[in-house]
């Protein structure tokens, strides 16, 4: 079985800076391609960053030069370094990684979201 459990959402202002960290956990192999996701109410979810275990990233366009996306492989955790946030930043954020259990099981998991508000 295995589980990504996040950590660091919260209440920040604008202009203010937040980190996410997702730990995958359990009966894994390997972890291959991870990512933040996000999904404000009322909107479809979206690709926020992504990056491969060699550490190839991917941003969405309006988050390019403000958040940085990172990995530690060893721990099979992914973080997600958020600055100069804006209220637009506001959403429900999602880990996502795609992993290959020692069953030889490969898929995406998700974790349970952690709410990022950005309001004065």
């Known amino acids: 079985q295995v589980s990504l459990v996040e950590s660091g959402g919260g209440l920040v202002q604008p202009g203010g800076s937040l980190r996410l960290s997702c730990a995958a956990s359990g009966n894994i192999f390997s972890v291959n391609r991870m990512g933040w996701y996000r999904q404000a109410p009322g909107d479809q979810r979206e690709m926020v960053a992504t990056?491969?275990?060699?550490?190839?990233?991917n941003y969405e366009g309006s988050v390019k030069s403000r958040f940085t996306i990172s990995r530690d492989n060893a721990k099979n955790t992914v973080y997600l370094q958020m600055n100069s946030l804006k209220p637009e930043d506001t959403a429900v954020y999602y880990c996502n990684a795609y992993i290959l259990d020692r069953r030889g099981t490969a898929g995406p998991y998700w974790g349970q979201g952690t709410q990022v508000t950005v309001s004065s």
């Open positions: 990056i491969t275990r060699a550490g190839s990233t």
